[in-house]
């Protein structure tokens, strides 16, 4: 499978790095499949640049793959979110984007019930992300290329 990485750098070499803010599946190297999507998300920098990377699942490490957008996926992103961590090597599934996410801040806060939730998200077009929690998983990256987006 290709992936993608959308950022303001090229990375040859991906890393873990910690960030303040908690994410969808937690702390990783953030990929797509889709390269639309990867381009939108290094447009957010003043030199957009996507890296291309070529990934081979592994076989021997933990993974979680989320085939759709179910209570399981919902419940993994409000824990990720709220800072818990997790033991999965590589979390595969569709992304909260910003809208998908006020959904969710709203069913965390009581404003929507699971049943409201589920009802508005089912209209959002598919989004996609993979995330390599562990320097094992990045090892089924391979470095094929990066480009920079235009504006």
């Given at each position: 499978?290709?992936?993608?990485?959308?950022?303001?750098?090229?990375?040859?070499?991906?890393?873990?790095?910690?960030?303040?803010?908690?994410?969808?599946?937690?702390?990783?190297?953030?990929?797509?499949?889709?390269?639309?999507?990867?381009?939108?998300?290094?447009?957010?920098?003043?030199?957009?640049?996507?890296?291309?990377y070529e990934y081979?699942?592994?076989?021997?490490?933990?993974?979680?793959?989320?085939?759709?957008?179910?209570?399981?996926?919902?419940?993994?992103?409000?824990?990720?979110?709220?800072?818990?961590?997790?033991?999965?090597?590589?979390?595969?599934?569709?992304?909260?984007?910003?809208?998908?996410?006020?959904?969710?801040?709203?069913?965390?806060?009581?404003?929507?019930?699971?049943?409201?939730?589920?009802?508005?998200?089912?209209?959002?077009?598919?989004?996609?992300q993979i995330v390599?929690?562990?320097?094992?998983?990045?090892?089924?990256?391979?470095?094929?290329?990066?480009?920079?987006?235009?504006?």
């Amino acid at each position: 499978m290709i992936v993608y990485h959308g950022g303001y750098s090229v990375i040859e070499r991906p890393e873990i790095r910690i960030s303040k803010n908690e994410k969808d599946f937690g702390c990783g190297f953030y990929c797509t499949r889709l390269q639309p999507q990867a381009e939108k998300w290094a447009k957010r920098y003043s030199t957009p640049v996507v890296s291309v990377y070529e990934y081979t699942p592994p076989v021997t490490l933990d993974l979680l793959k989320f085939d759709s957008m179910t209570d399981r996926w919902l419940d993994f992103i409000v824990d990720c979110r709220s800072g818990q961590s997790h033991s999965y090597a590589i979390v595969e599934g569709a992304m909260a984007n910003d809208q998908v996410w006020n959904y969710i801040a709203d069913f965390v806060n009581g404003i929507l019930t699971r049943e409201q939730f589920w009802v508005l998200a089912k209209f959002k077009h598919p989004t996609h992300q993979i995330v390599f929690c562990t320097e094992s998983a990045l090892d089924c990256l391979r470095y094929l290329k990066s480009y920079e987006v235009k504006i």
